[in-house]
């Protein structure tokens, strides 16, 4: 399974009001009525067919996801403590694992490719606001985790970033812009440490 950002879900406003519709600073809603009784309605579903379901039990988690929207691929193990914001803005490639306690907090598009591997306590983040606007306005910025890479304990990655196939992102590192393929990061900010490499035999 290939996905990408193109498609219906795939728009970075994603349920998002624009314009003078929603002021962060006046408390007004950025969301639409049917995205935040959507997000209720999965939060309730998850808090009691998944939340406290054992470890094994991936398929089951990974349909409630697809049911909710999300694309899912083959053989993919996600955890009953992972906390996903929105299921409609997130694709997961074959074999993804998601470790204990990630916060996949998907108000843009998170796409995570075959073979990524999300751990425990990582934080995937694809909402910022803006900074430079008076109503300090809600921004969604899409997050591509690219094949193979690796997003290592409680680390974070940012709005609009592009984690490299094969990129690993070290322990509690910081990423907040791009990371290139594989080559292995740490800190905070990220900073590359050196290129991944595989022994030979």
């Known amino acids: 399974m290939k996905p990408d950002l193109a498609g219906d879900r795939a728009s970075t406003t994603s349920g998002l009001l624009t314009g003078d519709g929603a002021r962060s600073l006046e408390g007004g809603p950025s969301f639409s009525i049917g995205n935040r009784l959507y997000r209720v309605a999965w939060n309730l579903v998850w808090v009691m067919l998944a939340s406290w379901t054992p470890a094994p039990l991936h398929r ?69 606001h803006d900074v430079s606007d008076k109503h300090f306005q809600l921004q969604a910025r899409p997050i591509r985790i ?43 900010p990220a900073q590359a440490i050196r290129p991944r490499q595989f022994r030979t035999l």
């Open 146 to 188: 690219g094949a193979r890479a690796w997003i290592a304990a409680e680390a974070f990655v940012g709005p609009g970033v592009t984690v490299g196939e094969g990129a690993v992102l070290g322990a509690r590192g910081c990423a907040m812009r791009d990371l290139d393929p594989w080559t292995v990061y740490s800190g905070n």
């Open 60 to 128: 089951w988690r990974c349909f409630l996801l697809r049911l909710f929207g999300a694309r899912v691929g083959y053989k993919v193990h996600i955890y009953s403590s992972v906390r996903v914001w929105s299921p409609a803005n997130l694709v997961l490639g074959d074999h993804v694992g998601i470790g204990r306690g990630a916060n996949i907090y998907a108000m843009g598009p998170i796409v995570i490719d075959a073979y990524a591997v999300i751990s425990q306590g990582a934080h995937l983040c694809a909402g910022t």
